[in-house]
C-alpha cells in the first residue's frame, strides 16, 4: 500500500567542524519520502521553486516517489541553513528563506485521496489539516511536528492531535508539551490529547512507543561517525511509516518492527550530508543493520 | 561465588524538588553492595565513623553483607550533600566531609583475600589499586570511577586500567577521557588503555557494553516517577558483578543479561531516597522487571 507524504521540500545549506555544504536536497518530506521508498511507494505533497535543481527532481524519481503532488511554483525553493556544533546534538538556525511556502496551501491530486497511510512530516499544523481535510478515510494517519509549532500554532497542533492515529515528537518537545520531565509520564499526558500511539524520539538513545499500556524501547543504531544528523527524525518516520505500509496485518503487530526499521534507515541518513547516504543505500543494507539490531539487543 | 567491593560507606543527606532527606545510609560500596546481595555473597570493605548509626550496620546485615572488612574508625563518618533540579539529570554537591575517609587505607581480612569477583566501585584509584594489590588472582575485576578521578588522580586511574577486565564509567566521563563525541569510538580508545570489557552508562538511556569487536546496547527500565537517582550507576555495577558472581559459565557469556540485572535493581534504587526502595524489593520483583525489560525491548 501507498503512503502520502506531506511536509517541507528544500534546500539545506549545512555545516559542521569538518565541512560545509550548501543547497542540498532536504526538507522533512524528502527525508522522509527517500525512507519510505525502501519498503513501497510513496507520495510527495509539496512545494519548490523554480530555482529547485532538475537534478534533485531526478534524484525523487530514481526512488520511485510519486511527484504528482509536488507543486513547482513562481518564486524561490525554501532554503534552510544551520550550524552543528562538534557534539552533533547542539545546532544553530543560520538563516530560513520560505520563499514559496510562505503562501504554500497543498492540493492534492484526486488519485492521492484514498491513500491508506498518510504521514505529516513536519511542517505548519495547518497545512497538516489542510492535508487531512482532502483525505477519504485513511487507515492508519501519523504526525510529526517540531518546538516551532509548539510555539507558535499549539492550538492548531493541539487540534491535530485528535485527528491522527500516532504522533512522533522528541523529547523535549514532548516534555515542553506536557510539562512533564518523565517521558513515561509525558507520554501518557499527550495520549490525552488524543493519538493511541505516541512516539518520543531520542536520536542516539533511540525511541519510545508508548501504546496499548505498554511501551516499547527502540535502540538507534549505533555509529561510529556522525557526518550530519538533519533529516534524521525524519528518515525515522518515513521509514517506519514506509514499512507499516508494506506490512501485512494490523498496525499495532507491526509497529515495533516499524520503528527498527526506521532507526536503521535514520542511521544511514546521519552517514552523509543531506540525503547522500541515505540515497546509496539499499534495502539488502537496511536488512542487515536491522539483523545486527537485533544482535545488539538480545541478552 | 563471591563478590568483594571496596568503596565509599556514606551518610547522603539530599535534596529533590519534592523534598530533603537527611543522613540517609549511602556511598558507592553500600549500593554495590545491596545490589549485589540480591544475586549472592557480597563482601565490603570501607570505613565509617564512630557516628554511624547502628540501624545501618543492621540493614548491611540483613542483606547478609560481609562486614568483616567494614572498619569503624575513630571520627566522623563520610557526608555528603546534594540538591537535584527539577530535572534529575543535573544535580550539584553542597558539601563533602570526607572524615574518617581522609585517612582511609583499606586492609583486607585473610578471608577475603581469594574472592573471585572484585568490584573497585567509585573512590580514588589509589585505594582500588591498594585492594588490587592485597588480592590473590581474582576472576574478574571491574572499575568504576567518577569525573573527580579523571581531573585528580589520572594517572592513578590510568594504571588501574591496565589491572582490570571491566571498566565502567558514564558518558560525559567516556568522553572527557578520550576526547570522543562518539561513543563507539570513545569505548575502542578506552580498550586500548587496557579494558577488555567497557561499559557507558547513560543513566535513563541505559547502558552500553562494548566486548569482543561487538556493542550491546542495554536499555533503563523506564520509570514513571523517580524520587532519588543517588546510587543508581553504583547500584547497576553491584547489580552486575552479583548476578555475574552467582552464574554458571564464562563472564562473557553472562555480561549482557548481567547488565540487565543491573539495570533493573538500579530502576528500584531510583524509587526511594538513598536505599530505601532498593532494600525493600525482593529478588522475585527483580526478576519480573527483567521479564518486563525482555518485552519492553522485543520486535
Given at each position: 500500500?501507498?503512503?502520502?507524504?506531506?511536509?517541507?521540500?528544500?534546500?539545506?545549506?549545512?555545516?559542521?567542524?569538518?565541512?560545509?555544504?550548501?543547497?542540498?536536497?532536504?526538507?522533512?518530506?524528502?527525508?522522509?519520502?527517500?525512507a519510505?521508498?525502501?519498503?513501497?511507494?510513496?507520495?510527495?505533497?509539496?512545494?519548490?521553486?523554480?530555482?529547485?535543481?532538475?537534478?534533485?527532481?531526478?534524484?525523487?524519481?530514481k526512488h520511485?516517489?510519486?511527484?504528482?503532488?509536488?507543486?513547482?511554483?513562481?518564486?524561490?525553493t525554501?532554503?534552510?541553513?544551520?550550524e552543528?556544533?562538534?557534539?552533533?546534538?547542539?545546532?544553530?538556525?543560520?538563516?530560513?528563506?520560505?520563499g514559496?511556502?510562505?503562501?504554500?496551501?497543498?492540493?492534492?491530486?484526486?488519485?492521492?485521496?484514498?491513500?491508506?497511510?498518510?504521514?505529516?512530516?513536519?511542517?505548519?499544523?495547518?497545512?497538516?489539516?489542510h492535508?487531512?481535510d482532502?483525505?477519504?478515510?485513511?487507515?492508519?494517519?501519523?504526525?510529526?511536528?517540531?518546538?516551532?509549532?509548539?510555539?507558535?500554532a499549539?492550538?492548531?497542533?493541539?487540534?491535530?492531535?485528535?485527528?491522527?492515529?500516532?504522533?512522533?515528537?522528541?523529547?523535549s518537545?514532548?516534555?515542553?508539551?506536557?510539562?512533564?520531565?518523565?517521558?513515561?509520564?509525558a507520554?501518557?499526558?499527550?495520549?490525552?490529547?488524543?493519538?493511541?500511539?505516541?512516539?518520543?524520539k531520542?536520536?542516539?538513545?533511540?525511541?519510545?512507543?508508548?501504546?496499548?499500556g505498554?511501551?516499547f524501547?527502540?535502540?538507534?543504531?549505533?555509529?561510529?561517525?556522525?557526518?550530519?544528523p538533519?533529516?534524521?527524525?525524519?528518515?525515522?518516520?518515513g521509514?517506519?511509516?514506509?514499512?507499516?505500509?508494506?506490512?501485512?496485518?494490523?498496525?499495532?503487530?507491526?509497529?515495533?518492527?516499524?520503528?527498527?526499521?526506521g532507526?536503521?534507515?535514520?542511521?544511514?541518513?546521519?552517514?552523509?550530508?543531506?540525503?547522500?547516504?541515505?540515497?546509496?543505500?539499499s534495502?539488502?543494507?537496511?536488512?542487515?543493520?536491522?539483523?545486527?539490531?537485533?544482535?545488539?539487543?538480545?541478552?
Amino acid at each position: 500500500m501507498s503512503v502520502l507524504i506531506v511536509g517541507s521540500t528544500a534546500l539545506d545549506s549545512i555545516k559542521t567542524a569538518r565541512a560545509e555544504v550548501p543547497r542540498l536536497l532536504g526538507g522533512s518530506a524528502s527525508h522522509a519520502a527517500v525512507a519510505a521508498s525502501f519498503f513501497g511507494p510513496a507520495r510527495l505533497v509539496g512545494v519548490v521553486g523554480e530555482d529547485f535543481p532538475a537534478r534533485y527532481l531526478k534524484l525523487y524519481r530514481k526512488h520511485h516517489i510519486d511527484l504528482e503532488g509536488l507543486r513547482i511554483a513562481p518564486g524561490r525553493t525554501f532554503h534552510w541553513s544551520g550550524e552543528y556544533e562538534v557534539n552533533m546534538n547542539n545546532r544553530r538556525t543560520l538563516a530560513t528563506e520560505l520563499g514559496v511556502f510562505a503562501t504554500f496551501s497543498p492540493q492534492l491530486p484526486e488519485s492521492y485521496r484514498n491513500s491508506p497511510f498518510v504521514l505529516l512530516a513536519n511542517i505548519a499544523p495547518s497545512l497538516q489539516h489542510h492535508v487531512l481535510d482532502q483525505m477519504r478515510r485513511p487507515k492508519y494517519v501519523v504526525a510529526d511536528t517540531m518546538d516551532l509549532w509548539l510555539n507558535t500554532a499549539l492550538d492548531d497542533l493541539l487540534r491535530l492531535l485528535k485527528r491522527v492515529d500516532g504522533f512522533v515528537l522528541n523529547e523535549s518537545e514532548a516534555r515542553q508539551l506536557t510539562g512533564e520531565e518523565n517521558l513515561a509520564r509525558a507520554a501518557k499526558k499527550i495520549h490525552r490529547l488524543g493519538p493511541r500511539h505516541v512516539i518520543v524520539k531520542k536520536g542516539e538513545h533511540g525511541a519510545i512507543l508508548s501504546a496499548g499500556g505498554k511501551l516499547f524501547v527502540a535502540p538507534a543504531y549505533p555509529l561510529e561517525r556522525v557526518v550530519d544528523p538533519t533529516g534524521a527524525g525524519d528518515s525515522f518516520v518515513g521509514g517506519m511509516m514506509g514499512y507499516l505500509a508494506g506490512a501485512r496485518g494490523p498496525v499495532e503487530g507491526n509497529l515495533r518492527r516499524a520503528m527498527i526499521y526506521g532507526s536503521v534507515v535514520a542511521s544511514f541518513c546521519c552517514e552523509g550530508f543531506g540525503l547522500t547516504a541515505t540515497t546509496r543505500t539499499s534495502r539488502a543494507a537496511v536488512e542487515k543493520r536491522v539483523k545486527e539490531l537485533e544482535s545488539l539487543t538480545r541478552f
